[in-house]
Structure formats: structure tokens, C-alpha cells
T-cell receptor, first 114, second 112 residues
């Protein structure tokens, strides 16, 4: 069955610390990959996406993610987090030729202490 | 209005009521989606529409009835819901299925 697994449910960091959130997926075929973010009181926003090409993709607000096909992973990174990065982060995957069935992970809550 | 809008933002309804959720996208997209977000569970896709045609029904109970009159509008008609249907219902749109989806703010539904 198709699934997305996010390893960390709740992460607490101090400002300026580095961040890496794990995401692994199970899908039998070519995929498009996404990270979404939901800031407190706001709606889901696209952080970055991978369709093809360079497996290291850069998104908004200094975030990046690396697609490692052999590991079925798409981990999110940021070298130095800020208090404003406090939010919930969702990894999602969809088959490239899919009818639109985007599958989400359960989310990781990031709390950044000032 | 820009992006994806949803009304109402909050809704409380009894188990015997009939209500509708509305979604409108101002992005010129062709695909629209309904999701359910419950506490401590991943977002669950409910329905997919592409060019007004339903292409995915993720085994959703018939007490949820979607309607897509055109590519910009999507409705979710609700009737005889159960308390466990209380959740945040999110609407999204994308250029075509498979591309990145843009989400609305959601409707917080409480079934009493």
C-alpha cells in the first residue's frame, strides 16, 4: 500500500540550530514529492517540491530537501532555524501519472525556542 | 479574493441537519479536492475532481456528497453526519492532478 512515514512527531530546537526532518515513502512507481508547512492559525502552504532533475531542491525561507531514490526518502533540511519556523510540517507524495491522490505523512510539529 | 477560499470557516450542526461547505479557487486551476484533517491522523483525501468530473472517491460514506458545477467551485453536501465526522475539512486545487496543490483555510466542522 502507498504510504508516507515521517520519523519525528515532535521536534524542539533552539534558534540557530540545524534542522533535518525525515520522510520515507512507499510507492511503486515514479513520484512527485512535496513538503508543506502549516504555521499556527494559517492554512497549508507549499514549502518545496520535487518532480525530476536535480535531487536537491530549494524551497522558500531557506528550506531544502534531498530526494534519495534508493532510500525512498525526501528529507527536509534547514541550516539555521528561526523562531518563526515554529509550525507543523507535512511530507506528501503522489504518483507522477496519478489521478490526484496525494498521500500525506502524519506531520512533524517543530517548536523553535528563542 | 485570491487563492482558495472556503465558507463557512466554522460550522456546528446536529446529526439530523443538512448543510453544505463551499470552496472557490481563483487560480485558474482544473482540478479540485476535498480532504479531511482529524486530530492526530494524516490528511485524508476524500474526493478528486478534474475538469468537473469526479476521478477519485476514497471510500467516503454517502452522507458526504460532493458537487463540482465548474472548475472554480466545489461543494461538499453534508447530511445525517456522525460525531466522528467532526474535523477540519480542507479544499485544494491544482493545475492538473499530480501537480502541487494549493489549500484553502478549511472549515472546522463540529457534529453534535
Amino acid at each position: 500500500a502507498q504510504s508516507v512515514s515521517q520519523h519525528n512527531h515532535h521536534v524542539i530546537l533552539s534558534e540557530a540550530a540545524s534542522l533535518e526532518l525525515g520522510c520515507n515513502y512507499s510507492y511503486g512507481g515514479t513520484v512527485n514529492l512535496f513538503w508543506y508547512v502549516q504555521y499556527p492559525g494559517q492554512h497549508l502552504q507549499l514549502l518545496l517540491k520535487y518532480f525530476s532533475g536535480d535531487p536537491l531542491v530549494k524551497g522558500i525561507k531557506g528550506f531544502e530537501a534531498e530526494f534519495i531514490k534508493s532510500k525512498f526518502s525526501f528529507n527536509l533540511r534547514k541550516p539555521s532555524v528561526q523562531w518563526s519556523d515554529t509550525a507543523e510540517y507535512f511530507c506528501a507524495v503522489i504518483g507522477s501519472s496519478n489521478t490526484g491522490k496525494l498521500i500525506f505523512g502524519q506531520g512533524t510539529t517543530l517548536q523553535v525556542k528563542p | 479574493e485570491t487563492g482558495v477560499t472556503q465558507t463557512p470557516r466554522h460550522l456546528v450542526m446536529g446529526m439530523t441537519n443538512k448543510k453544505s461547505l463551499k470552496c472557490e479557487q481563483h487560480l485558474g486551476h482544473n482540478a479540485m479536492y476535498w480532504y479531511k484533517q482529524s486530530a492526530k491522523k494524516p490528511l485524508e483525501l476524500m474526493f478528486v475532481y478534474n475538469f468537473k468530473e469526479q476521478t477519485e472517491n476514497n471510500s467516503v460514506p454517502s452522507r458526504f456528497s460532493p458537487e463540482c458545477p465548474n472548475s472554480s467551485h466545489l461543494f461538499l453536501h453534508l447530511h445525517t453526519l456522525q460525531p466522528e465526522d467532526s474535523a477540519l475539512y480542507l479544499c485544494a486545487s491544482s493545475q492538473v492532478p499530480g501537480y502541487e496543490q494549493y489549500f484553502g483555510p478549511g472549515t472546522r466542522l463540529t457534529v453534535t
